[in-house]
């Protein structure tokens, strides 16, 4: 995992060992040593693919043995726990401890080395944790989407402290004493997707001559029903691109109306909301393909923003930097988390609004595509009775409160499936093959 984010040259063919102890329990530790080709040095770009093209796809032992392993669902599974570990909660390979460590080294070396290699701070460290998790999810070894997110990671806390765990969507399979969770008996969690990619949009792009420029906050909803008729309509996502690095992501371009002319555009996204989901959601989560920044209202309130300024932005504001989605670089939306919303949502019709801007009006491209979830979390703590009862009484009081888990079944290559269910890995039903997957 080091020699990818590195993207190491020099290897896995040499320049790295394994040991261990030789004792009951040893541990074996990896070591990579003569790596002068890494972190940009010898030419190695700070975009490299150290999995799919470069060292990994060649003919070198492990090399071999990792393609292999690539195949087996358990392998990216325990993978993508590695990179959850290193990658997130002040792991080894998060920007702040790469940064550390290297400063600490260039302190260490500041009377020997005079010109220690300066574009690790300036250009490597900000860019590369975010191109490498692209490039492992395009191989299905990084997280997923819809990792569980815990409200606290690690430390010490308060007695009763109430820890929850949240999701998108699917099921949260946990336990409390360290065994695999992937059994029964775990406690269930929930997401109900309410805005998908695809769903029916209304786009404006601002201007002296349509209005927009004076519209100022009365298409952020809340002030409904307003008069769209005459923006645009359509699905999918909003933008344009020069390039074709966001084409296929894009259904509604403004190309015309953008490009060289503004850079905002409007967008009105009409969503239900039922009784029971208002109730019953623990939160709203966001999340947020965009190209260069944004502004999200619901109902007229801001839930979210990236990289604008301005309450709200005057229509031809720019962004603070420019910004690339991170579905150019295989990655996943970003996340922005609403748990104020019993006050802003409303039961039926809904309308999250987004202000999208580029960082210049001549930007080869701009996209905004918007998820929205309700998140509904069942918490695993029970109440203690006020009085003391027999054991018996006791265990059928519990057992009333009981949370039942779906069941999960081994398949017959030895993952472990939802019963009744056509296996997602291998395309199988019972030993049988129904579906013809095809690998991208």
Do not use: C
């Not at 623990?282 to 965009?290: A, Q």
């Amino acid at each position: 995992m080091l020699n990818v984010y590195a993207n190491t040259g020099d290897w896995p063919h040499n320049n790295w060992r394994a040991a261990r102890e030789r004792v009951p329990g040893g541990k074996w530790r990896f070591i990579p040593w003569d790596a002068e080709w890494s972190f940009g040095n010898n030419g190695r770009s700070v975009s490299g693919n150290n999995l799919s093209s470069g060292p990994l796809a060649g003919g070198a032992d492990i090399a071999v043995f990792y393609r292999a392993l690539q195949k087996n669902p358990e392998f990216r599974m325990r993978f993508a726990d590695r990179v959850q570990i290193h990658y997130f909660n002040s792991g080894a390979l998060t920007d702040e401890n790469v940064l550390r460590r290297f400063r600490e080294m260039k302190e260490q070396m500041s009377g020997v080395l005079k010109n220690l290699n300066s574009s690790v701070e300036s250009s490597w460290v900000p860019r590369r944790r975010e191109i490498v998790m692209g490039q492992m999810a395009s191989q299905k070894i990084q997280f997923s989407e819809n990792i569980p997110q815990f409200n606290r990671n690690g430390g010490a806390v308060s007695s009763g402290y109430p820890l929850s765990i949240t999701s998108l969507e699917g099921d949260i399979y946990y336990t409390m004493d360290g065994s695999d969770p992937r059994k029964s008996g775990a406690v269930t969690e929930t997401g109900k997707a309410i805005i998908n990619g695809n769903a029916e949009k209304w786009v404006l792009v601002p201007s002296v001559q349509n209005g927009g420029s004076k519209l100022n906050s009365t298409w952020h909803g809340g002030n409904e029903p307003f008069d769209d008729n005459d923006w645009e309509s359509g699905f999918g996502g909003v933008g344009y691109d020069e390039n074709n690095d966001y084409k296929s992501h894009i259904d509604i371009d403004v190309d015309t109306e953008m490009n060289g002319v503004n850079q905002s555009v409007f967008v009105r996204i009409p969503f239900q909301m039922l009784a029971s989901d208002l109730k019953g959601a623990n939160l709203l989560m966001l999340r947020m393909k965009y190209d260069d920044g944004f502004v999200a209202y619901i109902n007229g309130f801001e839930v979210a923003r990236a990289n604008i300024n301005g309450s709200p932005p005057a229509y031809n504001a720019t962004t603070n930097t420019d910004h690339e989605a991170q579905i150019y670089f295989g990655g996943y939306p970003e996340r922005f988390v609403i748990d104020n919303f019993q006050n802003i949502l409303i039961e039926g019709t809904n309308t999250l609004s987004i202000q999208a801007h580029n960082i210049s009006d001549t930007s080869s491209d701009l996209t905004i595509i918007p998820f929205l979830t309700a998140i509904f979390t069942i918490l695993s703590t029970m109440g203690q009775p006020k009085r003391k009862h027999s054991k018996q009484r006791s265990r059928k009081r519990r057992g009333a409160n009981r949370f039942t888990a779906p069941q999960l079944a081994k398949d017959a290559d030895g993952s472990v499936i939802r019963p009744h269910r056509v296996n997602p890995e291998t395309g199988q039903y019972r030993g049988r093959q129904v579906l013809d997957l095809e690998l991208s």
